[in-house]
């Protein structure tokens, strides 16, 4: 097993879940790793609504950072987003061709799970601005990239975090024992 095989993206539709997902696996005793760009712009960064081409290439510097020091860590570990999901943004905009090889050298575990768009959850906030329709979009991005690099997609049942808790430790198991 590579060392990179323990490194499991949670990826998906903004809204989605994700970061209440990654919270509740914490709760759980794992190592998990924030949402770039959610940190960005805490850490008061460019922001996608005044630079995305900024912010979006701080969070491809930020997930190459985190991939790293959780290869370090030699631990299992949950990332809120990755580097792949900076990457496929930064193409929307016409800019990432040459990023696409630091994807296939910076690697995460085969499996990627995807939260799937959750209209009945989706809260626009303060680091949030856009709405569902472009959540959406995002989203069918991210189903095509992953799998045109390589991954393999799991969509994220629309559970209760727990049970999405529950369904992921149970789908990594799995994936470690094979």
Avoid: N
Avoid at 11 to 19: A, F, L, T
Avoid at 105 to 132: C, K, S
């Amino acid at each position: 097993m590579a060392a990179h095989d323990r490194l499991f993206v949670i990826s998906g539709c903004s809204g989605g879940g994700k970061s209440t997902l990654i919270a509740e696996l914490a709760r759980r005793g794992h190592a998990v790793v924030a949402e770039p760009g959610r940190r960005i712009i805490a850490d008061g960064g460019p922001t996608p609504w005044e630079d995305l081409p900024a912010f979006l290439h701080h969070a491809v510097d930020m997930a190459i950072a985190d991939h790293a020091a959780a290869l370090a860590r030699g631990t299992l570990a949950f990332f809120d987003r990755g580097l792949v999901d900076a990457v496929l943004a930064l193409e929307r905009l016409g800019g990432a061709d040459t990023l696409r090889a630091r994807c296939r050298q910076t690697r995460y575990a085969a499996t990627v799970f995807l939260a799937p768009p959750w209209p009945e959850i989706y809260v626009v906030d303060a680091d949030r601005r856009h709405g569902m329709t472009s959540a959406i979009t995002e989203y069918e991005h991210l189903a095509r990239g992953y799998p045109e690099l390589g991954y393999r997609v799991v969509a994220l049942p629309r559970l209760a975090p727990g049970a999405r808790a529950d369904f992921v430790e149970q789908t990594v198991a799995e994936q470690r024992r094979i």
